[in-house]
C-alpha cells in the first residue's frame, strides 16, 4: 500500500510547525527549548567550567560533553526509568560530535562545557530536536561557533522519501526508515549521520539533500529565537 | 565582485550569520571570512570600525585577561600562595610575595593574612598559554573584602556598569551613598549603612545589565534612580 | 557567593525586616502554575516560584499489585535535582537533597492519604493502576522543595487515567474524562531560620545562609501531615511553634491558588 497522504496532511518535503526560545532556563550559562511537532527538547549549557577529573583536560583546546535524557513521563506508554541508558549515552556521543567541528574549542583549553538535553515530550525525531535546541542554547551562552547546526530526521515511510518523520510515520505499519541527520548553517556540512531501516544509494542521496533545505527553516527559526527580545525600538 | 556590507552598527547577529560580502572588508573579533564573505561566530552586536567588521559577544563566561581587576574567592593554601576562586573556568594564585607589602617568612601562618572563603579584590599580573592565572593584591583598591553583599552579574555587561571612566558607577555610588566594587568577571560588590539602599543599588545594576544595549542608558538610569530615590524619601 | 561575614550581613539586613529583593519577611515570590505541559504524561504541571521552576509528571500504568496490597494500587515520588537547573548540581546518580526532597513530597501526599489507593485497584490481585510522580528541577532559585510539592500536588489533579480496552487493558494512546481519587490536598511550606530571623520562600542566597529549616506539609489550616527538620542548628520549641504557624498560614495561602 502508498502512503500518499501524511498522516497531519503536510507535504513531505515539509518539517512539522516549529516553536524556539532561548533564555527559558535564568541560572544557566545558555539554554532554549525547541519544539517541532509535538516532540520537545529543553537544551542548557553550563560553562565553559573547569574540568574533572584532571586527565581528561586537553591543553590546546577545550572539551564539549553531552548528557542527553527523556523525562520520565516523556513519553507515551511506560514511564521511562531514569538512571544511565545506552541509548541515551550513544546519542549523548553522536551529538557532541555534531558540534566538534563548528565550536571554537582553542578558546577554552583545559575547560568544559556542558550540554544538558532533556526531552519532557517526545513524537520522534528528539535527538536531532535536541540538537537544533543546543545549537540555540551555546549560542545563547556566548560561545563562538562558526555556524548553527540544526537536526531534522529524514527518510522513508512505505514507499514515499519524507522530512521530519513523526511518530505514526516511524511505525507506520508498512516499513520506515529513520534518518537523523545534522547539518550546519554556512557551510551545509552533515555533522550527525544515522541510519535504523533500509534504503537505496539513489533514496539517500535524494533524501539527504530534502533534509540540508529542511535546516535551512530550522536555522530561521533559530535566528529568530535568539534574537528575540533583543529588538530595539 | 562588488563588496557589499549585509549588516550595520549595532545590530544583533547570530553565529553563522552572513555580515558582509566581497574581500575589501576584514575579519577581527568575533567574526572569520570564508571565501568570498564575512560571517560571525558569536551572539552579540555588530561593531563597523571603517572596513573591520567585530561582533562583540552579548553574553557568555569571563575569560581572564592581564590587568583586569577581579572578585575572587580563597579556596585553597599552599605554600606557595592563596588559590583563589575567580569565577571562571581558570582559576587563579595569589602568589606568597603578591599577598602582602609585609615579609611573609616562611612557614608564617597564611591565614593571618587571607583565609579559606575570604573574598579579596585582586589584579591579574599574567596570563600564560594554558590560562594559568597568577594575581596581584598590592595596588590601589585591591583588598580582603568584609561584609557587604556580592552579586553576579553577565561579565559582558561589565563596563556598561562601570560607564566612560567610571560615569555609571559613580552615578549608583552618589545616589545610593553605597560603595560599590565591580570586578572585570562580573562578580560585584555592595556595601551601604541602609539596606534598602543596597536593594537598590542591586536592582540598577540588574537594570543596566538587561538593558545594556539599548541607546540613552547614562541618562535613562540617572533618571530612574533620581525617581527611586525621591520616592523612598 | 556566601562566607561568614557575608552571612553577618545578610542577617543583620534580615533583622531589620529588609531582605535583599524587597519582599516582605514571609512573602512568597509570585507563583505561576502551568498543566498539561507535557502531552504523553497522563498528568503534568510546571510551577514557577518567582524564577525557580520545577516539572512534574504523572505516569499512570496498569500492572500488577504487590503480594502484600492485593487490593492497592501503588504510588511512587521521585525526584531529580537535574544539572540544568544549576551549575552545582552533578549529572550522576541521585543525590540526598533530590532524595529527601522525594521522599518528604512523598510522605506528604501519602500520609495524608490525599490518594485512595484502596480506589485504585481494577481487578483485586490482578490489576491495578501504578501512579509515578516524577520531578525534575528546571531552575533553581531558592526553595525547590515547596515548588516541587505543588508541581506534584497540580500534576496529581491534572491527571486522567488512561482509557480501558474491551480487553481490559490500558490504552495509552487515550486518557479517559476520570481523574485519580484524590482525598486531599497537601501543600508543603518551608520556613528558615537565618540568625534569630524567620523568613518563608528563600531566595538561592538565603537558602546558602540559612541554619535551619522546617518543611511543614498540611492538608487544611489545622491538620499537619509531614514535616521534615533540616540544617545544622536546633530550634527551641517556641522558634518550632512560630515557623509551624507561619507554614500554615502560608499553605492556606497557596491553597486558593490551586
Known amino acids: 500500500m502508498s502512503y500518499d497522504k501524511r498522516n497531519d496532511g503536510r507535504g513531505f518535503d515539509d518539517c512539522r510547525p516549529m516553536e524556539a526560545k532561548a533564555g527559558i532556563v535564568k541560572s544557566a550559562s545558555g539554554s532554549a527549548s525547541f519544539k517541532i511537532g509535538e516532540t520537545v527538547a529543553f537544551a542548557t549549557v553550563q560553562g565553559p567550567r573547569d574540568l574533572y577529573p584532571k586527565f581528561l583536560k586537553n591543553p590546546k583546546k577545550g572539551k564539549i560533553r553531552v548528557f542527553y535524557q527523556m523525562m520520565p513521563f516523556s513519553g507515551v506508554g511506560g514511564r521511562i526509568r531514569p538512571g544511565p541508558n545506552r541509548r541515551a549515552k550513544e546519542i549523548s556521543m553522536v551529538t557532541a560530535k555534531a558540534f566538534e567541528e563548528v565550536l571554537c574549542l582553542e578558546d577554552f583549553p583545559n575547560a568544559v562545557v556542558d550540554i544538558y538535553i532533556d526531552i519532557p515530550q517526545a513524537d520522534a525525531g528528539t535527538r536531532c530536536a535536541g540538537i537544533s535546541a543546543a545549537s540555540i542554547a551555546l549560542a545563547d551562552a556566548g560561545i563562538r561557533m562558526t555556524e548553527m547546526v540544526a537536526g531534522v530526521a529524514v527518510g522513508r515511510t512505505a514507499d514515499k522519501l519524507l522530512v521530519d518523520l513523526d511518530y505514526s510515520e516511524e511505525a507506520h505499519e508498512e516499513g520506515a526508515t529513520d534518518i537523523p541527520i545534522a547539518v550546519t548553517s554556512v557551510t551545509d556540512k552533515i555533522s550527525l549521520l544515522q541510519m535504523d531501516g533500509d534504503m537505496t544509494q539513489k533514496q539517500l542521496s535524494e533524501v539527504l539533500r530534502k533534509g540540508i533545505v529542511a535546516c535551512k527553516a530550522i536555522n530561521e527559526v533559530q535566528k529568530a529565537a535568539l534574537k528575540k527580545g533583543y529588538e530595539v525600538a | 565582485m562588488e563588496s557589499k556590507l549585509l549588516i550595520k552598527e549595532r545590530d544583533v547577529v547570530i553565529p553563522g550569520e552572513e555580515l558582509a560580502s566581497g574581500m575589501d572588508f576584514l575579519p577581527s573579533e568575533g567574526t572569520y571570512r570564508l571565501e568570498n564573505s564575512i560571517y560571525s561566530k558569536v551572539m552579540g552586536l555588530v561593531k563597523v570600525d571603517g572596513k573591520v567588521l567585530k561582533v562583540r559577544a552579548l553574553r557568555g563566561g569571563y575569560l581572564p585577561k592581564r590587568n583586569d581587576t577581579v572578585i575572587g574567592k580563597v579556596t585553597d593554601i599552599m605554600s606557595a600562595g592563596w588559590f583563589i576562586d575567580i569565577f571562571s573556568p581558570y582559576n587563579s594564585l595569589l602568589p606568597l610575595k603578591e599577598g602582602s607589602s609585609d615579609f611573609i617568612q616562611r612557614g608564617a601562618d597564611l591565614t593571618r593574612y587571607y583565609d579559606i572563603e575570604d573574598f579579596v579584590v585582586v589584579k591579574i599580573l599574567s596570563v600564560n598559554a594554558q590560562k594559568q592565572v597568577d594575581v596581584t593584591i598590592k595596588g590601589p583598591g585591591l583588598r580582603k573584602l568584609k561584609g557587604g553583599r556580592l552579586i553576579k552579574i553577565n561579565s559582558q555587561k561589565v563596563p556598561r556598569v562601570i560607564g566612560k571612566q567610571g560615569s555609571m558607577i559613580n552615578l549608583i555610588k552618589e545616589n545610593t551613598g553605597t560603595q560599590v566594587t565591580v570586578g572585570q568577571n562580573g562578580i560585584v560588590w555592595i556595601k551601604g549603612e541602609d539596606p534598602l539602599m543596597e536593594n537598590l543599588a542591586e536592582k540598577t545594576i540588574r537594570k543596566i545589565e538587561a538593558e545594556a544595549h539599548i541607546p540613552g542608558l547614562t541618562d535613562r538610569i540617572g533618571e530612574w534612580l533620581k525617581d527611586q530615590v525621591g520616592g523612598k524619601k | ?258
Open chain 3, 1 to 258: 557567593m556566601m562566607n561568614q561575614n557575608i552571612k553577618e550581613h545578610l542577617s543583620e539586613t534580615l533583622k531589620k525586616g529588609v531582605r535583599y529583593d524587597g519582599r516582605k519577611l514571609d512573602e512568597f515570590r509570585s507563583i505561576e502554575i502551568e498543566t498539561d505541559v507535557s502531552t504523553p504524561a497522563e498528568g503534568s504541571a510546571t510551577v514557577r516560584i518567582g524564577d525557580t521552576e520545577v516539572m512534574a509528571g504523572v505516569k499512570i500504568e496498569m500492572q500488577k499489585p504487590y503480594d502484600d496490597s492485593a487490593d492497592s494500587g501503588t504510588l511512587m515520588v521521585n525526584a531529580e535535582f537535574s544539572p540544568m537547573a544549576d551549575p552545582k548540581f552533578e549529572s550522576g546518580p541521585p543525590s540526598i537533597d533530590s532524595i529527601e526532597l522525594a521522599r518528604v513530597i512523598d510522605r506528604g501526599i501519602r500520609e495524608s492519604e490525599s490518594i485512595d489507593v484502596k480506589k485504585l485497584c481494577i481487578v483485586e490481585g490482578e490489576k491495578v493502576w501504578s501512579v509515578g510522580i516524577d520531578l525534575i528541577t528546571i531552575n533553581n532559585a531558592g526553595n525547590l522543595l515547596d515548588c516541587a510539592g505543588l508541581a506534584a500536588v497540580a500534576a496529581i489533579k491534572n491527571a486522567k487515567l488512561p482509557e480501558v480496552d474491551k480487553e481490559g487493558n490500558a490504552d495509552y494512546k487515550h486518557k479517559s474524562k476520570n481523574g485519580l481519587p484524590i482525598e486531599k490536598e497537601p501543600i508543603s511550606v518551608t520556613i528558615h531560620v537565618i540568625g534569630d530571623t524567620i523568613i518563608a520562600d528563600p531566595s538561592r542566597e538565603e537558602e546558602e545562609a540559612s541554619d535551619a529549616r522546617l518543611t511543614v506539609a498540611s492538608i487544611s489550616k489545622d491538620v499537619i501531615c509531614a514535616m521534615q527538620k533540616g540544617g545544622s542548628k536546633a530550634l527551641t520549641v517556641e522558634q518550632v511553634d512560630e515557623m509551624v504557624d507561619l507554614a500554615l498560614k502560608k499553605a492556606e495561602e497557596i491553597r486558593k491558588i490551586l
